[in-house]
DNA sequence: CCTACCGATCGGTAGG
DNA sequence: CCTACCGATCGGTAGG
């Protein structure tokens, strides 16, 4: 049973998680070494596996935390919120604020899922399936409520590609805030949507 | 000079990268070995060495190949097209068409491409920056004769985003033609560019 | 294209 | 958290 102190959540572990965050955003899963991992701690590489049991529970925490992230933020943004379009805007201002605020961990989320062995990437699918459809069902009621016009796939394909691709567009230098981002970005995309009538 | 050998184009080179191709689309550059790939063309490992210089030469052959592809493509598609929008439609079907014909390739062009040197790496930029200027500068033409009203940056964001990331959602199962999708694609982004008045 | 091998490095473990 | 190490495997080379 001594492997379980490994799974702990305890400050080293997180600090454990946050190194090796950065240098996977940097430079890729394959390349980041455990040696280089316990350098940044100022320990030896076998000690790291007093707080993991592998390299690939790294991996798997950073990015099912993000997954978690990025629906906690999602339903504390959309709560309460019935409009279509204020759901759609607070769901796309949500997502770009994690952008800004946990930007190489979104990186890796993004970037790194495949490595991830067949049973952590299903899990890890379910809970992106589950947060897309946040979009697609915003997309469909407001179709339904007849403000929108378009086939709801299409136009959740188009916001969905936007907002996953944001990583390599929107940096958050100061010039432009989330909110203001996610507004320029509907403002085409919904026009788009909208019916001509 | 016998290295330059394993730089000429023969068509047992084309078969390595070929195999290469598959085999990094499937598993990804790092977990793929030039030990498989040998053992994919019946070879051993050592004697791939008379046909590359290094694996690093394997992957800046496939990406390379697909950036200057995805730019012929585009020139042909267009050559002679002077509307903004006729422009911007044969872009896109030439880009779902090039996703529909290389998938791999194509893959492997979006999810490799931080895994070369810093020299190879900035040529690819260079190549992928001239392809999408061809999109900006549509959609920067279709806003000079007005038929468009909208931040040039903004459409053009949007539209590659989805570009971008369509080899995530577009399958060429026949059901819809790279010709429809791009229809599809750019009547929502289209209505969302175009004035209102 | 093969045999035979290289130095380096990898993730991970045993036993303090 | 360390020392000391493991078997495996990596990309690549020499010399036919």
């Given at each position: 049973m001594r492997s379980e102190r490994g799974q702990r959540d305890t400050p080293r572990r997180r600090d454990l998680i946050e190194i090796a965050t950065d240098l996977i955003s940097e430079i890729g899963y394959e390349q980041t070494t455990v040696r280089m991992i316990a350098d940044r701690m100022g320990i030896?590489?076998?000690?790291?596996y007093s707080h993991i049991s592998s390299k690939e529970d790294v991996l798997y925490k950073i990015i099912l935390d993000v997954a978690d992230d990025f629906l906690e933020r999602a339903d504390r943004a959309t709560?309460?919120?019935?409009d279509p379009e204020e759901r759609l805007r607070a769901l796309c201002r949500s997502h770009l604020e994690m952008i800004r605020d946990r930007r190489p961990a979104v990186r890796v989320y993004f970037?790194?899922?495949?490595?991830?062995g067949d049973a952590n990437q299903a899990e890890v699918i379910r809970l992106r399936e589950r947060y897309e459809d946040g979009f697609r069902l915003a997309i469909a009621d407001g179709i339904e409520t007849k403000a929108f016009d378009a086939d709801p796939q299409l136009g959740a394909r188009v916001l969905l590609s936007t907002l996953n691709w944001a990583?390599?567009?929107?940096?958050?230098?100061?010039?432009?805030s989330p909110r203001e981002v996610a507004d320029q970005l509907l403002e085409v995309i919904l026009r788009g949507l909208y019916t001509r009538g």
């Open positions: 030896k590489s076998g000690s790291l709560e309460g919120v019935h970037d790194e899922w495949r490595k991830l990583p390599s567009w929107y940096v958050a230098d100061g010039k432009l």
